[in-house]
């Protein structure tokens, strides 16, 4: 599994039993604390694997550092963050590699293992499955508040601690569930990701947006005009795929559409059991959790929003 399908991360079939997950991704800062960025970072690289259903064992260091004109002290808790949150996943730190360069990047390579029987992709919804999110949306819309000097303290610390959140305890969970198909959230927003679900498919899906989590802050900074260009971008890429009921307000919308850093887990679950794994991943502390949508078999390729 791997160039001829746009799954989150690559699989290479070992032995029957065991099956290698690869991915790999890095970026600029989203928040000013060095440490938290190493975290936020971490966090966001692992996430491709628990989203094929596996678990990451180890990972390589992606550091590009203007050594020039930043104190080395910065890239120094940059790396321990990074390595606090492997530590908090149980993944082990093998290597790495940096590069001098005028902006700062940090991320990672991350190696995992499942079951060759066990993988999860984006492209196995089934008609009549239940669309699980795990993770309240709207951190590019924070974060541009953030650029802004319009967030407050207690804004950045709980959407920081939300970025740096493993989905660990959600793709564990769902481990036992029927679960069909899952991605995580990040750059393309939920309708984006959405969007590649069911790209080419036999179905199309519902959305709840009033049961969509939605950082509240969000909702006001948006109405402001606090919205990435990135948003911008993925309306204009996928709106053509989304039909969205008079009721939507606009403001929504862009949040739906909104890159998100690190975000939660996308789940295509079997209807019966959709409920009682929203209330497994809720009593085990993912309060966010809901059910935000069915999958239908018409209209074929649309996101239908209400």
């Known amino acids: 599994m791997g ?109 995992g293992f499942i079951h060759p029987d066990r993988i999860l992709t984006k492209k196995d919804l089934k008609a009549g499955d239940r669309i699980i999110l795990t993770k309240s949306l709207g951190t590019g819309i924070v974060n541009t508040a953030v650029k802004g000097g319009l967030a407050s303290a207690d804004v950045i610390q709980r959407v920081t601690r939300l970025m740096a959140t493993l989905n ?41 947006s009033q049961e969509i989590p939605i950082i509240p802050e969000a909702v006001d900074y948006a109405g402001m005009g606090l919205v990435p260009a990135g948003a911008y971008k993925n309306r204009e890429f996928r709106e053509c795929m989304v039909d969205f009921a008079p009721s939507v307000d606009r403001i929504v919308q862009d949040i739906l559409f909104d890159p998100q850093t690190s975000g939660g887990l996308l789940i295509g679950v079997q209807k019966d059991k959709a409920g009682e794994l929203v209330a497994e991943l809720q009593e085990k502390g993912i309060q966010e959790a809901a059910i935000i949508g069915e999958v239908m078999a018409e209209p074929e390729e649309r996101i239908v929003v209400h």
């Open 168 to 208: 660990r305890d959600a793709a564990h969970i769902m481990g036992h569930y029927p679960v069909h198909a899952c991605t995580d959230i990040t750059g393309f927003g939920l309708l984006g990701h959405l969007a590649e679900m069911i790209s080419d498919m036999p179905f199309g899906i519902r959305l709840m």
């Open 3 to 111: 160039l001829d399908r746009a799954d989150d991360a690559g699989v290479y079939k070992v032995t029957d039993d065991i099956a290698m997950i690869q991915t790999v991704d890095f970026f600029t800062p989203v928040v000013d604390d060095p440490y938290w960025f190493g975290q936020i970072a971490a966090a966001n690289a692992l996430s491709d694997v628990y989203a094929m259903g596996g678990v990451p064992k180890t990972a390589m260091n992606l550091v590009a550092f203007p050594i020039k004109e930043m104190d080395i002290a910065i890239l120094r808790q940059i790396i321990q963050g990074g390595l606090d949150k492997m530590t908090e996943a149980g993944v082990v730190l093998v290597g790495g590699h940096s590069v001098e360069d005028k902006e700062l990047k940090y991320g990672l390579s991350v190696t």
